[in-house]
Nanobody, 117 residues
Framework: QVQLVESGGGLVQAGGSLRLSCEASVSSFSANYMGWSRQAPGKQRDLVAGITIGGNTNYADSVKGRFTISRDNAKNTVYLEMNSLKPEDTAVYYC???????????WGQGTQVTVSS
């Protein structure tokens, strides 16, 4: 069973930066899609950014120009570079990956990002 291990969350002041990472636990795992979503208290989980195996990306309007998603296929890792952070970016961030072989989606356990004003 593939597990996604996230890291990089924490507490940062408004205007600061954080970099999230998410690595698949199985080296033979191949993902055709990788993405990040977030869930703030009392709200639904929303897509933040996604990237295909070909490198095509998409972003939520609220993070365009501030966040950058990237991937390292050799390391089965997806990254989320977050700049100019705002208090409204505070949430638990979840990575997800879709298996190229089974098309099943896998989710990470979530990492807390807190932006203070």
């Amino acid at each position: 069973q593939v597990q996604l291990v996230e890291s990089g969350g924490g507490l940062v002041q408004a205007g600061g930066s954080l970099r999230l990472s998410c690595e698949a636990s199985v080296s033979s795992f191949s993902a055709n899609y990788m993405g990040w979503s977030r869930q703030a208290p009392g709200k639904q989980r929303d897509l933040v950014a996604g990237i295909t195996i070909g490198g095509n990306t998409n972003y939520a309007d609220s993070v365009k120009g501030r966040f950058t998603i990237s991937r390292d296929n050799a390391k089965n890792t997806v990254y989320l570079e977050m700049n100019s952070l705002k208090p409204e970016d505070t949430a638990v961030y979840y990575c997800n990956m879709q298996s190229s072989r089974t098309l099943n989606f896998f989710w990470g356990q979530g990492t807390q990002v807190t932006v203070s004003s």
